[in-house]
């Protein structure tokens, strides 16, 4: 008999094997509105984004909100060459920073890095690099190509001081990619707050974002997707605010030798992590923190992100499918959570 941690609770079975798709999808549903909503679909982050809108929201400020996307991107992201992030990664010791939105990341990763014992590292991009996961052909690396890696991994090996960041070895680098998508959520989605949007919702590859629930309805129902079947919903999260993160081992993958090789390591040991979760979708009100957990929950596993849960260090709740078939849900979203029959014969999405 299975030992069910304290305060998540197991509520039933059954993932079956899982294929390459994005984790949330926008459906649209006609409720008698009020107001008509538009959906649209951009590319970037490498990754397609959508947004649920009022027809209120002028083309204007829709083009606003994605010079705002392509601003943070060329900030984050580690293969855009002039990036801050690429200069930085290209340096020897470390540079000076002075960018706000940076140093506003680059500080709430580190303490969260710190708060889950490094599950979440943003200094884990050597382990992407040798793992190749996404290439053309993926292959396991050597042992020695692994702890080589693993000398330019971890957190404690960046120090931000009066502005300046400086790193262990010139083999350090950084990798926004667990967390950019969230704090890049939460940006436009305040930036649309304060053009006075009041409903809609965000998905950024992964990321949803809740302005508020579309007019005629209380909640905004977040399918979460079957790890063995990505098109199904394992269930459905109803929430009125907030973002929604997932993460699972299903998204990019190989396989070898009868193994699934997947996209998220463990800092720790350089290799795909093992903890027995296939999938978990994180909600909480910060978008940052809830796209950083659904990587780091992963890492930890259930009995990890009890302890997390527990110590009332940040708010927030999950949703865990687990690799035996079971899943678990935290106390506080318990009656928010929907599950689908084991059937999982109804596509997923975000109403």
């Not at 053009?195 to 977040?222: A, H, Q, W």
């Amino acid at each position: 008999m299975k030992t069910i941690p304290s305060r998540l609770v197991a509520v039933g079975i059954a993932i079956l094997p899982a294929v390459l798709c994005l984790a949330i999808l926008l459906i649209s549903r006609g409720c008698g509105e009020t107001v008509s909503y538009r959906s649209r679909e951009t590319f970037a982050m490498d990754t397609i984004l959508s947004f649920r809108l009022p027809d209120t929201v002028t083309e204007e400020q829709y083009q606003e909100t994605l010079a705002q996307i392509k601003r943070l991107e060329e900030i984050f992201s580690r293969t855009v060459p002039d990036s801050v992030t690429s200069r930085f990664n290209r340096s020897e010791s470390g540079m000076e920073i002075t960018d706000p939105d940076f140093l506003a990341l680059l500080s709430r990763s580190l303490e969260i890095a710190g708060q889950t014992g490094g599950a979440f590292d943003l200094t884990a991009g050597p382990l992407t690099e040798i793992w190749d996961i996404t290439g053309e052909n993926p292959e396991i690396p050597d042992e020695s190509e692994i702890q080589t890696a693993l000398t330019a991994v971890g957190y404690r090996k960046l120090t931000l001081q009066d502005g300046f960041l400086s790193k262990e070895n010139s083999g350090v680098s950084l990798d926004f990619g667990g967390c950019a998508k969230g704090y890049i959520c939460e940006a436009v989605l305040n930036q649309l707050k304060q053009l006075g949007v009041e409903s809609g919702i965000l998905s950024f590859g992964g990321n949803v974002g809740i302005l508020g629930p579309l007019e005629g309805k209380s909640t905004c129902r977040v399918g979460i997707a079957n790890p063995d079947s990505p098109e199904f919903a394992a269930g459905y999260l109803s929430v009125d605010r907030g973002f929604v993160s997932v993460s699972g081992d299903y998204e990019r993958y190989f396989e070898a030798d009868g193994n699934r090789y997947h996209h998220i390591f463990d800092p720790k040991t350089g290799r795909p992590a093992q903890s027995g979760v296939r999938s978990v979708a994180v909600w909480s009100e910060d978008g940052t923190l809830a796209d950083a957990l659904s990587t780091a929950l992963f890492v930890m596993g259930v009995q990890g992100a009890q302890e997390l849960y527990e110590s009332g260090i940040y708010s927030f709740e999950a949703v865990f499918y687990l690799s035996d078939g079971s899943y678990y849900v935290t106390d506080g979203i318990r009656d928010r959570y929907e599950h689908v029959s084991d059937s999982f014969s109804r596509e997923f999405g975000t109403e």
